[in-house]
């Protein structure tokens, strides 16, 4: 099945530093990738997601970029702000084919530190 | 608009027992997916139903199951409760399913003693 890999799982910057988190997924077949944010007792908010026909995507401070061949995507903070400290999630969606059922796969998060 | 509203919000049970637990979706999205939230694994996918319909599984047990009314609202079942089900439980509902932005519920948090 999908597995999806996020690196690293804490992440330490400081303020006005760029910040980037890396994810690879096994199955080929994966067509959406978004990341989620979580800050501490909140639940989970969309910041960005590419599409596997895009290869890259912005959105002010934050971009994705997702490389189909190798196999990974990236979140790419600039300009890092204490109030971008929280936990990132990356997820690769696995969509359903034949007679399997589709997933969506989460990878086990990064906490990245902001210090002002 | 309201947002997804998940109760109860907090519970407690023993091993043996089981639990629903209720999500009601954003008016007007009609995918509901539940995912299980824990310190070591993170964020996992349970199911998703559209429609009435499940229509995407993650790996779970079949201990865990779910259904979907008429009106989008969902419930999440889990039988035989283990101590390893505690977790926060999440519920989100989207207009597109799995392949667009979900909007996450508060949560469940279960403590199974």
């Known amino acids: 099945g999908e597995n999806v890999e996020q690196h690293p799982s804490t992440l330490s910057v400081q303020e006005g530093d760029s910040a980037v988190i890396k994810c690879t997924y096994s199955d080929s077949a994966s067509n959406y990738f978004p990341w989620y944010k979580q800050e501490l007792g909140k639940r989970p908010q969309l910041i960005i997601d590419i599409r596997s026909n895009v290869g890259e995507k912005k959105d002010q401070r934050i971009a994705v970029t997702l490389n189909k061949t190798a196999k990974h995507f990236s979140l790419h903070i600039t300009e890092t702000q204490p109030e971008d400290s929280a936990v990132y999630f990356c997820?690769?969606?696995?969509?359903?084919?034949?007679?399997?059922?589709?997933?969506?796969?989460f990878g086990k998060g990064t906490k990245l530190s902001v210090k002002p | 608009k309201a947002g997804v509203t998940q109760t109860p919000r907090y519970l407690i049970k023993t091993r043996g027992q089981q639990v629903t637990l209720s999500c009601s979706p954003i008016?007007?999205?009609?995918?509901v997916s539940w995912y299980q939230q824990t310190p070591g694994q993170g964020l996992q996918f349970l199911f998703e139903y559209f429609s009435e319909t499940q229509r995407n599984k993650g790996n779970f047990p079949g201990r865990f199951s779910g259904r979907q009314f008429s009106n989008s609202r969902s419930e999440m079942n889990v039988s035989t409760l283990e101590l390893g089900d505690s977790a926060l439980y999440l519920c989100a509902s989207s207009l597109e399913g799995l392949a667009g932005e979900l909007f996450f519920g508060e949560g469940s948090r279960l403590t199974v003693l």
């Open positions: 008016s007007g999205h009609r995918s």
């Open positions: 997820a690769a969606r696995l969509p359903h084919y034949g007679g399997s059922q589709g997933n969506l796969i």
